[in-house]
């Protein structure tokens, strides 16, 4: 039977291939793909690596829809936004037990994918979106900026990671993963109306990686955090 780990490494550098030629990562982004597909499926097994794919070709079909009508359309993802997203994941599935650690790199994968559909979709409604869903209007693409269809579209994201994580664990881990991505796709609104914009250079980074990160320690909590 293959390593895993030399799984991962032949499957990470497929997987980033496939990215490049999408023109959807830089080459910094490509190489901190494949590292993290490696760990998620050398350590992880299926789950997390299916966790993770569910993350990076969900983001890039989103990314691409009505590419067009988006600001900044066309910019390719680097390794700052990789680690920023995927990065807590890694370390709570080195982390944290095995049984909880696996629902908790399930939400925080779940919660930075939530967070990238509802970014995504969001810039294509047709009404501007409101500061934290019910403040005052605000340009399209303002952080903490959120909209109905972003906010479902977020949903439906969270509930899709709960489902695929359910598939290669059971039942429990329906719940914290959802409740979790949710969460985590909660709280980088949250950050970025508030203090995102006081955050130096790697403001939005910063705040991926603590949305994310929450969504793994909120699903960890729930199903006992031990």
């Not at 597909?37 to 989103?62: C, D, M, P, Q």
């Not at 009508?69 to 993802?77: D, V």
């Not at 869903?133 to 909209?147: H, I, K, N, Q, S």
């Not at 959802?178 to 403001?203: F, K, Q, W």
């Amino acid at each position: 039977m293959t390593d895993p780990w030399v799984l991962g490494g032949v499957m990470g550098a497929a997987l980033a291939a496939v990215l490049w030629r999408c023109r959807s990562v830089t080459p910094s982004g490509a190489v901190a793909g494949c590292a993290l597909t490696t760990v998620f499926l050398g350590a992880g097994g299926w789950g997390a690596f299916s966790a993770f794919v569910l993350l990076v070709l969900g983001g890039t079909v989103v990314t691409r829809l009505g590419r067009a009508r988006k600001p900044g359309h066309g910019r390719r993802r680097d390794a700052g936004q990789a680690l920023a997203n995927a990065g807590p994941a890694a370390v709570l599935l080195l982390v944290v037990p095995a049984a909880p650690g696996a629902i908790a790199v399930a939400a925080a994968l779940g919660a930075a994918w939530s967070d990238t559909a509802s970014s995504e979709v969001g810039l294509l409604a047709q009404r501007r979106p409101r500061m934290l869903l019910f403040g005052p209007a605000v340009e399209p693409g303002r952080d903490g900026g959120m909209t109905l269809l972003g906010t479902a579209a977020g949903i439906v994201a969270a509930v899709t990671a709960a489902v695929v994580a359910m598939a290669f664990g059971d039942s429990s881990f329906l719940v914290p993963v959802m409740v979790g991505a949710v969460c985590g796709n909660l709280l980088d609104s949250i950050l970025g109306a508030t203090v995102e914009s006081r955050i130096c250079c790697y403001g939005n980074e910063i705040v991926n990686a603590l949305a994310s990160a929450s969504g793994g320690c909120v699903a960890w909590l729930l199903v006992g955090g031990a």
